[in-house]
């Protein structure tokens, strides 16, 4: 089965990022810096295409596919922000944003076929078009040319690169192995996520400074700060998870649960349904709907509605603001100034969206 490459996301995709930039900088004195950020997110952007290019005409196409469906290149924007605290964006630089955005690439075709998911960034899934197995070539592919980018950049970080990956294989492995006996599986899901998705946000931010020639010092505070954000960024997915379906990418309320995706508010469910409670009687529906034992959609999105506004929602969102929080803190060894004010805004600007 072959499939066209999506074309018409990509420029939605660079508006958007320029919105998210405008964002960024609030006041006067700060939106100086806006320039020079779009300027590289362009940069970015053009030679991504190029960068997952190979000259093998059918691994062209597919490494291209989810690329050119979209995507807000949030990590990017990072290292370029993060940049701002040395020389600003330098070629080195780019080349560590595109190289971060490649691998994030790379996990979302492993991360399909892990989930089976149906769909991605609004277009069916590379497992769906091509199978599994070419969608995990793909994907090794990608996190190959990555690797092959950082390596050829003056002042190569290629070792934290190579750390980064094993992170989010160990990440994806935890993920799929589940909690062990007598592990918390609250605190199993959590260190899930500082590796599946808090170590590539907390690289973006690193290589920000380390191809900057930023002061040395500022790197293990964005390191923390990456870490925090990214997983209180996957905590507002796990509620959004929730929310009625999404116009533009298409998932349906309760996408990750539906695919045995662990949830925070699932969890939290599991921790407090006691025998003959209501919380018992959800969790039992919910664990039919998704198990394959019941393959009502109507039900299952009843019983969605129903965890949505049930409070351990509530608390997901309380804990996702307090990993903010604790990201935000971490820049307290930043000078002061529009890249700390710009961080702070970024925090904020992830743990409060809606879709």
Do not use: C
Not at 44 to 68: C, I, K, M, N, P
Not at 103 to 118: C, F, G, P, Q, R
Not at 129 to 139: C, D, F, K, P
Not at 210 to 224: D, K, N, T, W
């Amino acid at each position: 089965m072959s499939a066209r490459v999506p074309v018409a996301r990509r420029s939605k995709s660079l508006s958007a990022q320029i919105g998210l930039t405008e964002r960024l900088f609030l006041s006067g004195d700060d939106r100086g810096m806006v320039g020079a950020i779009e300027d590289g997110l362009e940069q970015v952007e053009q030679g991504l295409l190029e960068r997952v290019s190979f000259d093998d005409g059918f691994a062209d196409v597919t490494t291209r596919y989810l690329l050119a469906a979209g995507g807000k290149r949030v990590r990017p924007l990072l290292t370029l922000l993060t940049a701002q605290l040395g020389d600003g964006v330098s070629p080195a630089v780019v080349t560590a944003a595109q190289a971060v955005e490649i691998l994030h690439l790379a996990s979302l075709y492993h991360d399909d076929v892990m989930d089976e998911a149906e769909q991605r960034r609004g277009v069916p899934s590379a497992q769906t078009v091509w199978g599994n197995s070419v969608a995990i070539l793909t994907g090794d592919l990608l996190f190959a040319r990555a690797s092959k980018l950082i390596a050829r950049v003056d002042g190569s970080n290629v070792v934290g690169q190579t750390e980064t990956f094993e992170r989010l294989v160990l990440g994806q492995l935890h993920e799929t192995i589940g909690p062990q006996p007598g592990e918390d599986p609250v605190e199993h899901y959590l260190g899930v996520l500082r590796d599946k998705t808090g170590a590539l946000i907390s690289a973006a931010a690193e290589w920000g400074i380390v191809f900057s020639g930023a002061p040395g010092e500022y790197r293990q505070p964005l390191v923390e700060f990456g870490e925090r954000i990214g997983v209180a960024f996957q905590l507002v997915d796990d509620v959004i998870d929730l929310a009625p379906q999404d116009a533009e990418t298409g998932k349906r309320a309760g996408t990750d649960l539906k695919a045995g995706v662990p949830t925070l508010p699932l969890l939290y469910l599991r921790r407090t349904a006691r025998p003959g409670t209501a919380d018992e009687a959800l969790l039992t529906r919910i664990e039919a709907l998704t198990s394959g034992k019941d393959d009502d959609q109507v039900a299952l999105e009843q019983a969605v509605a129903e965890l949505r506004a049930h409070p351990v929602t509530a608390e997901t969102t309380r804990e996702a603001h307090r990993w903010a929080a604790e990201a935000v803190a971490a820049l307290d060894a930043l000078p002061e100034g529009t890249v700390r004010r710009a961080l702070i805004r970024f925090a904020d600007l992830l743990v409060d969206r809606s879709n």
